[in-house]
């Protein structure tokens, strides 16, 4: 009786989050909030011009200002070896301090070092640059000539090239994406402490310890081991911290410098040219069907911005590869370098970009056609990978249409744009689809039972906001019948077993297959134990065989037999919108998304997830959008009053939907990812919303009132 | 930021006397001079905190209601007196800002905020208002936010104010206190045009302390409205606000104000639209004409010209809602 209790030992609705009582009563600690002994404060001073180079730079007054430790430039940078003597632009991440080169806006061209935060930044203005300035370019649509194909995203063709010109109902239209900045709300933060002269101790937000221990081993030449790279908390990141930037190399070049340690915590300001962003893309999508609304053809072309020292390379067209059965598809993807920063993934990286235009397109097509949006993708529904011909491990999308239409009430929708009203709004509704890829890799996790009964399970991955822990306790929970009270999760330290990094939508299948395999293997060596009996009295066990803790340390990866399907995760999601019909302004009322994500390990944080998804989406559809004065390659918004992301007035109640039916092959949970198929797909569905309502379709997002009126 | 002097006067006197200072700057909520501060678009000597001053009060007089200029704006949304006979002013400022910016802004400050644009906060940008003789960033720059009505060739910015404009449009008078005395001006006299000397938002002398509002009892309660569109529902400037307020007597309107947001240097009021408006009986047709009548002379740019049609139906959505039409 008491096993069968233990063996549920998760409520049906799931965990609250591990650590949401640290996070509320601000007891996580986040990378700036480490307190280290003798730490002085680095600010970032950036280029006020966009191409060009720099003739001469005053630090001479900043130097003398009070509490000033160090001003750092070009010309006075600590050696970093692993450099080399590469100059720039050969391709590759921005190297800090080598040269006197700018390209673009805000590039980096010094850091003050000084012993308290207001010191460094008051000394920060007061370096002066002069430069020469060369004719820069930060204009997609004026570049668009420029653009070449990355070696990357080659073009694809399947079948015959342009084939939906020769259908008899076909649609062609241009959509444009812009600049969305990376804004998580914790800035990107780092304290780097030199422990020895070959050793050294950072707290770092990052996505990924192991990759930064990777990183900043490599740039300064130190064994992996010596590098070590704490995050266990991160105040989001949605691919912002992916990566290793500029400042966090050059906060431990500081550091070095200064002999002291060194915390560099960039201004909301810093963010937007200093840890990418999801880059301004033209699209081109041409639809063309049977007049019973077969695909005949689907080619989409797509130009995206990146910078002139790196070919940023992403996924925009590749859904069209593969959502739909068209006997015919090409795609075209092409990169134009321009004098900004290299842009960087974001939630659903290219993904929604693409599902943006392709979503769009179907829509629009499904209205020539006058078949209902819904059934229109049902009638091209792939059954099997276009693009590989493999079967699916698992995909239950139509089940996810008819959970939205029924829940958002689809059939009240009208076929006929602006025909619905109330109270003086208009009203529509509008549907997009997403996929991503869902993914295993490889991870290794530490699970350690203690004689009191708590179980550690430690592994180096971190948890950026989705709930990863709170995922993993689920899993552990479960597997070995234990309440999730006596679960520890210890995360986001390099010195722990290797994890991948967070990002991708594979955290949940990879890591928490590792948790679910080393709990498996504990288990087992309790059986062992226990004579091959299946006691969940764990500390019993361990005292009637005089220990203190068991443990086990567990790779794990995939089966070989995943190579014989397409694993992919699904989403759609439902919009249903008020707009006035005098000043343009659009209301989203009610948001359903519905997520194939396999078996929901976690469906609180999944739930939680999913919304935040869909709210990122609403932002990118009606108010997301970074501005350059081409004149002067800067931005002109680059703070929270000037560039809009949703607040609470804007989200309604988003309600999340799953199909919860388990994929038989990815995992041993039947878990897929949900990451970015929360966003992709949103921005159409919304802008569909729109046309409903109002019978305009808005193609340059974001629709903000101005379009509408 | 450079460093400064602060100092904080006990007595309106006092204060009076340091603000004559020069390099002196009066602070009271902060919310937007601590901004400009830290941007180094403003670099005070010398602050002078004026909130220990007794100037929160909100009080009935014999023909209106005296609001203290330290009252804060989030007190003053919800001040019963305020709401009972004017709320269309309670509308104006709960549109502003946020809940954060509201606890800590004051009318006086509201009113002191700069008339200002995102070439005026970027110091390494043209601005005249900034720097005078620079030149004009926003004039072929990124000018979607900008002005409609009344601007200059050295400036386009519009005043962000939300409670300025409600203000306005209910004849406040703004009472100031200098080292002679006091006087009175009316609020639509308040804020200048740019006209040659962008620098100056208002007719505020340097050693001069708004010392309250002052708004004139009227029969508006009943049928008033603040209506702003913006890009989203809080926390964004207005593309165009307008607050409207209607005097009915059985359909007809005797007596309308109309003033405007965000399409022009200072608060716009529709002085021709409410007079034309008088004796009309209330109808979406009377409304639309009234809001095109307001129109006259307004000019767009590169990136605001829709302002030329999101401005006349915002009118008369606000007319609209006024008049209890919607």
């Avoid at chain 1, 996070?23 to 600010?43: F, I, L, M, N, Q």
């Avoid at chain 1, 996810?400 to 509704?429: F, M, N």
């Avoid at chain 2, 004051?106 to 003789?133: L, S």
Wanted: some cysteine; aromatic content about 8%.
């Amino acid at each position: 009786m008491e096993s069968k209790i233990l063996n549920k030992p998760i409520p049906e609705e799931g965990l609250s989050r591990v650590d949401g009582r640290l996070k509320v009563t601000g007891k996580a600690k986040y990378s700036a909030e480490y307190d280290v002994k003798g730490v002085c404060y680095g600010v970032m001073v950036g280029s006020t011009i966009t191409k060009g180079n720099i003739k001469s730079i005053e630090t001479k007054t900043a130097e003398r200002a009070p509490g000033v430790l160090a001003v750092i430039t070009y010309l006075n940078c600590p050696n970093i070896p692993g450099y080399h003597t590469d100059n720039q632009p050969d391709k590759g991440p921005l190297k800090i301090f080598i040269d006197d080169k700018i390209y673009f806006n805000g590039q980096p061209i010094a850091l003050v070092i000084a012993d308290t935060y207001e010191r460094a930044l008051f000394a920060a203005s007061l370096v002066k640059a002069d430069y020469t300035k060369d004719q820069h370019q930060t204009d997609l649509k004026a570049n668009l000539s420029s653009g070449f194909s990355p070696s990357k995203a080659k073009d694809y063709l399947r079948g015959q090239e342009d084939a939906y010109k020769l259908a008899p109902v076909k649609i062609e239209h241009e959509y444009t994406l812009p600049t969305e900045v990376h804004n998580p709300m914790e800035l990107h933060a780092i304290i780097a402490c030199w422990d020895a002269d070959d050793k050294i101790t950072v707290w770092d937000k990052t996505q990924g310890v192991k990759s930064t221990q990777r990183v900043i081993a490599q740039a300064f030449k130190l064994p992996p081991e010596n590098v070590q790279v704490t995050a266990p908390f991160v105040g989001g990141a949605f691919g912002a911290a992916l990566r290793t930037w500029p400042h966090e190399i050059a906060a431990v070049a500081a550091a070095k410098l200064v002999k002291r340690p060194v915390k560099l915590v960039l201004s909301r300001a810093d963010m937007f040219t200093s840890v990418g962003y999801r880059p301004h893309t033209w699209q081109k999508v041409g639809l063309g069907a049977t007049a019973d609304g077969k695909l005949v053809g689907i080619t989409h072309e797509a130009s995206g911005q990146t910078s002139v020292y790196e070919n940023f390379t992403e996924g925009v067209v590749n859904i069209s590869q593969l959502m739909y059965a068209s006997p015919n598809v090409n795609t075209r993807y092409r990169i134009v370098p321009l004098n900004v920063n290299t842009p960087t993934p974001m939630r659903g990286p290219g993904e929604a970009t693409g599902a943006y235009a392709l979503e769009s397109a179907m829509d629009e097509l499904s209205y020539a056609l006058n078949i209902d949006p819904i059934e229109l993708r049902i009638r091209n529904h792939a059954d099997s990978d276009p693009l590989s011909g493999k079967p699916y491990s698992s995909k239950f999308l139509k089940e996810a249409y008819q959970l939205g239409a029924d829940k958002i009430g689809w059939s009240e929708r009208s076929q006929k744009p602006g025909s619905l009203t109330k109270d003086g709004w208009l009203v529509g509704y509008g549907m997009g689809a997403g996929m991503f890829g869902a993914y295993r890799s490889n991870a290794t996790v530490t699970a350690r039972l203690m004689a009191d009964g708590t179980l550690f399970l430690q592994t180096s991955v971190t948890d950026i906001g989705p709930g990863t822990g709170t995922a993993m306790a689920s899993i552990a929970a479960e597997s070995m019948g234990i309440s999730p009270e006596k679960i520890r999760v210890e995360l986001g330290d390099s010195a722990l077993p290797p994890s991948p990094t967070q990002g991708g939508s594979q955290v949940t299948s990879t890591v928490g297959a590792a948790v679910f395999d080393a709990c498996k293997e504990l288990k087992d060596k309790f059986r062992q134990l226990d004579g091959g009996a299946d006691s969940t009295d764990y500390t019993a066990l361990l005292q009637k065989n005089k220990l203190q803790k068991l443990e086990v340390t567990t790779a794990s990866k995939g089966s070989a037999a995943m190579n014989n399907y397409a694993a992919f995760s699904w989403s759609v999601h439902f919009i249903q919108v008020y707009v006035n019909p005098n000043t343009g302004v659009v209301k989203v009322n009610k948001a359903i998304s519905v997520a194939d994500a396999g078996h929901i390990v976690s469906p609180k944080t999944a739930a939680s997830q999913i919304k935040g998804g869909s709210i990122m989406g609403i932002g990118m559809a009606l108010m997301e959008e970074a501005v350059i004065d081409h004149r002067y390659g800067r931005l002109v918004n680059n703070n929270f009053a000037d560039y809009h992301m949703p607040v609470q007035a804007d989200i309604p109640q988003v309600e999340a939907l799953f199909v919860n039916k388990p994929d038989p092959y990815l995992n041993p949970m039947g878990a897929k990812g949900m990451g970015e198929i929360a966003t992709i797909g949103v921005a159409a569905a919304v802008a569909n919303a729109v046309y409903n309502a109002t019978g305009k379709r808005i193609r340059e997002l974001p629709i903000t009132p101005d379009k509408l009126i | 930021m450079k460093q400064f002097q602060y100092t904080r006067p006990s007595t309106q006197q006092m204060a009076l006397d340091a603000i004559s200072k020069p390099g002196a700057k009066i602070i009271a909520g902060g919310t937007n001079l601590v901004d400009l501060m830290k941007r180094g678009v403003t670099a005070p000597d010398k602050l002078v905190d004026i909130n220990h001053l007794p100037l929160k009060n909100i009080t009935p007089t014999h023909t209106g209601l005296h609001i203290g200029s330290l009252a804060l704006n989030s007190v003053v949304s919800e001040n019963e007196l305020v709401l009972q006979k004017f709320p269309l002013l309670s509308m104006a400022l709960k549109a502003g800002a946020s809940p954060q910016l509201r606890n800590m802004a004051t009318v006086g400050g509201n009113m002191m905020q700069r008339t200002r644009c995102t070439y005026f906060y970027d110091t390494t940008m043209p601005c005249n208002k900034r720097e005078p003789g620079t030149g004009c960033g926003a004039m072929e720059g990124f000018n979607r936010m900008h002005a409609i009505f009344g601007t200059s060739n050295q400036c386009i910015a519009v005043n962000p104010s939300d409670m300025c404009v409600g203000l306005a449009a209910l004849d406040a008078v703004v009472i100031i206190a200098g080292r002679k005395g006091e006087r009175r001006i009316p609020f639509t006299e308040f804020h200048r045009l740019p006209e040659d000397h962008p620098e100056i938002d208002n007719h505020l002398a340097k050693d001069e302390l708004i010392i309250g509002v002052e708004i004139p009892d009227n029969n508006f309660a009943k049928n008033s409205y603040y209506l702003k569109v913006r890009d989203r529902q809080s926390y964004a400037f207005a593309l165009v606000s307008v607050a409207a307020a209607l005097d009915i007597d059985n359909g007809v309107i005797k007596k309308a104000r109309l003033a405007m947001g965000g399409v022009a240097h200072k608060p716009w009021r529709l002085f021709d639209a409410e007079k034309w408006l008088i004796g009309k009986p209330i109808s979406e047709e009377n409304f639309k004409q009234a809001a095109q009548m307001a129109m006259a002379g307004a000019k767009g740019y590169e990136y605001n010209s829709f302002k030329l049609n999101l401005a006349p139906a915002t009118i008369n959505e606000a007319l609209k809602h006024a008049a209890g039409l919607v």
